[in-house]
C-alpha cells in the first residue's frame, strides 16, 4: 500500500519515466497518430495505471489523487493526447468496473488493465448522440445467454488499441435514459469494426476512431451492473471523468506558464528581454493568478471526491472554469512567442490546439453551464 508521504516521490518518478520513455519519441507519435502498444506496457510495468485499483486486483490500493496527478504531469509535461490515453484507462474506465463490476468482472479486467496487457476505451458518443446521449441508437438485444449488439459510435479515444470496449447501448429503445445499459465488449469479439483514425486539429498521438458493432454477441455476464441502469451509472460515474479533465486543465496551464517564463527570459526585442517589457510580466501574472485560483478549486473538488461527496453540479462548474481559464492562458501566452508560437516544433503551439477540445468532450462546457444553471433555477 502506497503512504501519503510517498506522493512527491511517484510524482518524481513520473516524471523521469516521460523525460526517458515518452519526451524522446513523442513528435513521431504525433505523426504516426498512434502512441505504440508498447508504452501500455511500459506504464504497466512501472505501476502508472490504475493505481488506485485494489490490491486484490492488482493495483496499489493508492488514493485517487495520485492517479489524478499522473494526468496533470502528463498535460504539464506537453504530452496532451497520452494524459487522454492514460485518463480513459485509469480515471473513466476502471472506476466503472471497481464501482459497478462483478466480482468476476473485476477479476477479469482490472488486473489486466493495471499491467496494460488490456487497454480500454469508452464508447457513448454517436454521430447523431453526443451531448443528447439519451438518443443513442446502438442497441442490445437479450438471447438467451448473450445480447446482440447493433450500431456505431464515433470520436472513440483509445480506439485503435482497445482490448476492452466500455459500450453503452440501448437495451429498451422505447426509453430514453431509462433504457440504457453499459456493457463490457471484448474487442476481438466477432463483428466489431474498427474504422479509420479520425484526423484531428489537435490530440494528433490520440487515437480517436470509430467503432461498428454488427451483430456482435455480448456474454450476459459482460453486462455492467443492471439492465437498463446505464443512465444512473453514467450520473454517477462522470464526475471522475470530469475531475481528470480538469486535472490536465491545471497540468497543462502550469506547463504552458513554465515554458513561457523560460522563453521570455532568453527572447530579446528592441534591445531588452520580453520578460522586462510590462506587458509580458502582467500576462504570466494574470495567468499564475487565475492558475492559484483554479488550482484551490480544483483541489477542493479533489478532497470533495475523496470523500464521496463531489456533487454533479460542483464538478460541471470546475470543469467548465478551468478548461475555459486553460483556453485563455494559452492563447495568451502563445502569443509571447511572436511567429514561433505558431510554429510547430515550440511546444506552446502543442499545448494551443490540444487545449481546444477540453471545452468539448467530457461534456461540452455549454452542457456543464445547464448543470449549474439547472441547480439554481430548475429545469
Ligand atoms: C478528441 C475527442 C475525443 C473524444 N473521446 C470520446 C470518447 O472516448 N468516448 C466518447 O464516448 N466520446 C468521446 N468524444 C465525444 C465528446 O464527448 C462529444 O463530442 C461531446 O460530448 C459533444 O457531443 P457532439 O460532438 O455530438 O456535439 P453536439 O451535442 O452536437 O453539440 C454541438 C454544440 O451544441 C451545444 N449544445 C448541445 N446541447 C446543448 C444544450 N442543451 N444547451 C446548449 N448547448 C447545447 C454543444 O455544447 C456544442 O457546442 C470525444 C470527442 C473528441 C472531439
Known amino acids: 500500500m502506497i503512504q501519503d508521504q510517498d506522493y512527491e516521490l511517484f510524482r518524481s518518478n513520473f516524471q523521469r519515466f516521460l523525460a526517458e520513455h515518452v519526451a524522446p519519441y513523442y513528435e ?32 496499489y490500493g493508492a488514493p485517487v ?36 463490476g462483478s466480482e468476476q468482472q473485476k477479476h477479469d479486467w482490472l488486473p489486466k488493465m493495471v499491467t496494460g496487457e488490456v487497454v480500454v476505451a469508452i464508447a457513448m458518443t454517436e454521430a447523431n448522440a453526443g451531448s443528447d446521449l439519451q438518443a443513442i441508437r446502438t442497441q442490445a438485444v437479450r438471447q438467451d445467454d448473450h445480447y446482440i449488439i447493433n450500431g456505431s459510435k464515433t470520436f472513440i479515444s483509445n480506439g485503435r488499441h482497445a482490448d476492452l470496449i466500455v459500450l453503452v447501448a440501448k437495451t429498451d429503445a422505447a426509453k430514453g435514459a431509462k433504457g440504457m445499459s453499459i456493457f463490457l465488449v471484448d474487442a476481438t469479439l466477432q463483428g466489431v469494426g474498427k474504422g479509420r483514425s479520425l484526423k484531428k486539429i489537435g490530440l494528433h498521438a490520440q ?12 456474454p450476459v455476464n459482460q453486462l455492467l451492473g443492471e439492465e437498463n441502469q446505464g443512465f444512473t451509472y453514467l450520473m454517477q460515474e462522470l464526475p471522475r471523468e470530469r475531475l481528470s479533465i480538469s486535472m490536465m486543465a491545471m ?42 485560483a483554479a488550482a484551490a478549486f480544483l483541489q477542493q473538488c479533489i478532497n470533495l471526491y475523496q470523500q464521496q461527496q463531489l456533487s454533479i453540479t460542483d464538478v460541471a462548474a470546475l470543469k467548465c472554469f478551468i478548461t475555459d481559464v486553460q483556453g485563455e492562458i494559452v492563447d495568451q501566452l502563445l502569443q509571447l512567442f511572436g511567429g514561433y508560437g505558431y510554429m510547430q516544433e515550440y511546444p506552446i503551439s502543442r499545448f494551443y490546439v490540444d487545449a481546444r477540445v477540453q471545452r468539448i468532450y467530457g461534456g461540452s462546457n455549454e452542457i456543464m453551464k445547464e448543470i449549474v444553471a439547472r441547480s439554481l433555477l430548475g429545469k
Open 28 to 59: 513521431q507519435w504525433e505523426e504516426d497518430g498512434l502512441i505504440p502498444r508498447e508504452l501500455w506496457y511500459k506504464l504497466g510495468e512501472n505501476g502508472f495505471l490504475c493505481v488506485d485499483v485494489p490490491e486484490q486486483y492488482g493495483g
Open 65 to 100: 489523487k495520485y492517479s489524478l496527478m499522473l494526468v496533470q504531469e502528463t498535460a504539464r509535461a506537453g504530452f496532451t493526447a497520452l494524459a487522454v490515453a492514460i485518463g480513459g484507462q485509469s480515471e473513466l474506465v476502471s472506476p466503472y468496473i471497481q464501482n459497478i
Open 207 to 218: 487515437d480517436t476512431l470509430e467503432l461498428f458493432f454488427d451483430h456482435v454477441e455480448v
Open 251 to 292: 497540468g497543462s496551464i502550469q506547463g504552458a506558464i513554465e515554458l513561457t517564463a523560460q522563453y521570455v527570459q532568453e527572447r530579446k526585442a528592441f534591445g531588452q528581454y520580453l520578460s522586462q517589457m510590462q506587458n509580458t510580466r502582467f500576462v504570466i501574472a494574470q495567468a499564475e493568478i487565475k492558475a492559484k
